[in-house]
């Protein structure tokens, strides 16, 4: 989430006037408003709206009502100076005044507009720093994921109350699809894979917002609806691409995240996109807005657009003709808040000319008001009043919170070869070791985007010396860019060091926001180095890729002197403990890809073509492991370990067929393209639940370390006719077992989640005939008969 204005601009700085107070609107970080004494805060014992007894000072009241109350109180141009991320104050109701973008994609981020860790009074001047998503999303732990969220959301509320936060609303977290490998954001999100993203979406939303509906520990927003996934390739930019997407890949990849993140997670925010869908913007879409996202989803919380989103309607889209068209449009379409000054500046104009009501402006209020009162703001004094008023500096980089960063880091790096056993290695064996490379002493390098000041750092050379003492260190390359390398010098370097690794791939520079790659390879001399070190090495080297995107590093998969190879992702402020913990024993790897690493090949593909599916007549190879058709350089979900570990269906033999023939009678299957089905939405809840069945997984660790194992159970069927994913992840599971450990597994299989797919109209169905679930090599066939 970055500004189109505040981001990629020059940087001019724009100012103007919004009821009175100055907003001075810059540079990422560079945001600040003009000094005014703040006023008190509101419902408090010295405010005037206390003084009146105000209904939306009464906390026995439900937020909506509370909302409705305090909106009605303001003037039409009160109302309009609440429609940006920096919201104004309004004193003589001592309404205080509020900035919604804040960041906490993987810890607090100095990226939005509220969050300070400077200044000679700040208490805090750091904050826990997480793995990047991707690398956590790597371990398939729906528990470690709500621990992460729901540390960001304390350390939050602990900033909120020390005065260091003048937010709780966290536009966190990033779960659209990781399509296209070539994404620069795709590090943000939890991988490739729908069922993943909505289990990711679920926990961290949970965790951040904490037990309470009604007092929020801190506000989460799931961005960016929808069917966003490009940033700037081959002249198509963000701000200008209209994403022509089938009802079938809508309903069963891009949307399914936001829905469960809305419907399970109970998200307070959704953030729209850029992305024209077909031919609609998204934050000017009713039929997504409101139909889909409030009316079906059921949103109970606030809609923000993507930053200066409604200004790039006219400007960039061409969708309107004036300003306060825009306006109108996005507000009637659902949109309650803009992330910019656009509608702040062009809404009063919009009412004159008739285009946009009040009423339009006091339904978006009063969604955003709502939040405000969940979040404890007109409860009185918040910082001291609130269930979270207890929370300070004592709760941000707690040990607690240390000890999660190294677990996720651990517990997410993929182990993608290992020759010969070459690790773990034994540090007492270890005359002599060399690090070299770009990634390996740069404290940038762990954090990826979105980040705020780390509560300390490890680099991966840190990590290393702190297991060996004689090491030598060459970074090899200036930078990731590696445009020129020091070849000879490394070679020279290997050739007298007993022990080599590597620490090479990508840094914000190649992949970020605004930024796709066009290329999967290693960046610059990248490759040239890695070979040339391993050639004049005296035995095999280890490779580290420090990456957020997937790269095609065949040449390493396939060299013998390369012995192996992790991915680290980027692994947060304890990365660099982390891997040294991998590589010398102290932890076994058991993370998985969440992503598929295509070839250079892929390349060729337009990153503007939005199907899923294959289409074996153009060539076209399709997306994702459910409907890639062509080589891959590692699959979704690979991951070695030092262990060796076994997975059997030990049972699963769903309902008797009596039974759901009873729960089915009565209900006609259709045929579509030929295939006879019964309609998801026509079998009912009722009848769902009662058709779900558990299925059990016998897992077990035949050692020789303890370790942490993520059993994965897939769904098939007989064919891929009618756009039919290959297989499809429905369900995951994170165990620890100790050595010569077994555990059974239970999974609950819900037929009508697990076993329908969505037909070329959008319509989930259940197909007559066979469904087959597998855990590996191993299946269980459930058939469900017309």
Not at 34 to 55: H, R
Not at 263 to 282: D, F, L, R, S
Not at 679 to 699: H, R, S
Not at 709 to 718: A, D, E, G, I, K
């Amino acid at each position: 989430m970055a500004a189109f204005s505040c981001c990629h601009g020059a940087g001019v700085l724009v100012t103007v006037m919004v009821a009175a107070v100055v907003v001075v609107v810059g540079m990422l970080g560079g945001v600040a408003m003009a000094a005014v004494e703040d006023p008190p805060f509101s419902c408090g014992p010295s405010s005037p709206a206390a003084e009146q007894a105000y209904a939306y000072c009464d906390a026995s009241l439900p937020a909506a009502q509370r909302a409705a109350d305090l909106v009605a109180r303001l003037t039409a141009s009160e109302k309009v100076a609440q429609l940006g991320d920096q919201a104004a104050g309004v004193p003589r109701l001592g309404v205080p005044p509020y900035k919604w973008w804040n960041e906490a994609l993987h810890g607090l981020a100095t990226s939005g507009r509220g969050l300070h860790f400077d200044g000679p009074a700040a208490a805090a001047r750091a904050a826990t720093s997480f793995p990047q998503v991707l690398l956590t999303a790597a371990a398939f732990d729906d528990d470690l994921w709500f621990r992460i969220g729901q540390a960001i959301g304390t350390e939050a509320r602990a900033l909120y109350n020390l005065g260091q936060a003048e937010g709780l609303t966290m536009w966190s977290p990033n779960v659209n699809i990781y399509r296209d490998p070539r994404w620069g954001r795709g590090q943000e999100t939890p991988g490739e894979d729908p069922t993943t993203a909505s289990r990711y979406a679920v926990a961290f939303v949970s965790g951040m917002q904490g037990n309470s509906s009604a007092t929020l520990r801190a506000s989460a927003c799931c961005k960016h609806v929808t069917a966003y996934d490009l940033e700037d390739w081959n002249g198509v930019a963000r701000y200008n691409f209209n994403a022509k997407v089938t009802a079938q890949d809508l309903e069963d990849t891009y949307n399914p995240p936001f829905k469960s993140c809305v419907m399970e997670g109970k998200a307070t925010c959704i953030m729209c996109a850029y992305t024209g869908i077909n031919g609609v913007p998204a934050c000017a879409n009713s039929d997504l807005l409101t139909k889909t996202v409030r009316g079906d989803w059921g949103l109970d919380g606030y809609i923000a657009s993507d930053c200066d989103a409604v200004a790039i309607m006219r400007d960039a889209q061409r969708y309107t003709q004036t300003p306060e068209d825009a306006v109108a449009v996005a507000l009637k379409a659902g949109l309650d808040m803009n992330c910019g000054t656009y509608m702040q500046q062009h809404a009063a104009a919009a009412i004159q000319q008739g285009k946009l009501t009040e009423e339009d402006i006091d339904r978006a209020l009063q969604n955003l008001f709502a939040i405000r009162m969940r979040l404890g703001h007109f409860d009185g004094e918040p910082r001291s009043n609130s269930l979270y008023g207890g929370l300070g500096a004592d709760d941000i980089c707690t040990p607690e919170h240390r000890s999660l960063a190294l677990e996720a880091a651990l517990d997410g790096i993929v182990l993608l070869k290992n020759d010969a056993g070459i690790l773990p290695l034994d540090r007492t064996a270890v005359a002599s070791a060399a690090v070299i490379g770009p990634n390996a002493n740069d404290g940038l390098a762990l954090i990826g985007n979105y980040f705020g000041p780390p509560c300390e750092s490890t680099t991966p050379l840190s990590g290393i010396q702190g297991y060996l003492k004689n090491v030598r260190f060459l970074a090899g390359c200036s930078s990731a860019a590696c445009d020129v390398a020091a070849t000879d010098q490394a070679a020279a370097v290997a050739s007298s060091s007993d022990y080599i690794f590597l620490f090479m791939g990508l840094s914000q520079k190649q992949e970020s926001e605004g930024r796709d790659r066009t290329s999967l390879l290693l960046p610059g001399e990248q490759q040239s180095l890695i070979t040339a070190v391993a050639d004049a090495a005296t035995r095999p080297v280890i490779l580290v890729l420090l990456t957020g995107g997937p790269v095609d590093i065949t040449f390493a998969q396939t060299n013998p002197k390369i012995g192996a190879i992790l991915w680290a992702g980027y692994p947060g402020q304890a990365g660099g403990q982390a891997i040294a913990k991998v590589l010398f024993g102290d932890h076994n790897p058991g993370g998985r890809l969440p992503v598929t690493w295509y070839p250079e090949e892929f390349t060729k593909v337009p990153m503007t073509d939005m199907r899923m599916r294959a289409d074996p007549a153009t060539g076209y190879p399709g997306r994702s492991y459910r409907f890639y058709q062509g080589k891959t350089v590692y699959k979704f979900g690979y991951g070695l370990s030092y262990s060796k570990y076994s997975r059997r269906l030990v049972s699963g033999a769903g309902l008797p067929e009596a039974s759901y023939r009873n729960l089915l009678t009565g209900l006609r299957t259709t045929t579509f393209e030929g295939d006879a089905s019964y309609q998801v939405e026509e079998i009912g809840t009722d009848a769902c639940e009662q058709l779900k069945f558990p299925a059990v997984v016998e897992v077990q660790n035949h050692g020789p370390m303890d370790g942490k194992h993520s059993v994965h159970m897939y769904l098939r069927w007989p064919n891929a006719k009618g756009g039919r994913p290959k297989t499809v992840l429905i369900e995951f599971r994170s165990q620890h077992l100790k050595v010569g450990e077994k555990a059974n597994i239970r999974f609950d299989i819900s037929p009508c989640e697990h076993f329908s797919r969505v037909r070329g109209d959008g319509k989930k169905v259940i197909d007559v005939g066979s469904h087959y679930l597998m855990v590996d090599k191993d299946e269980l066939e459930i058939r469900f008969d017309g």
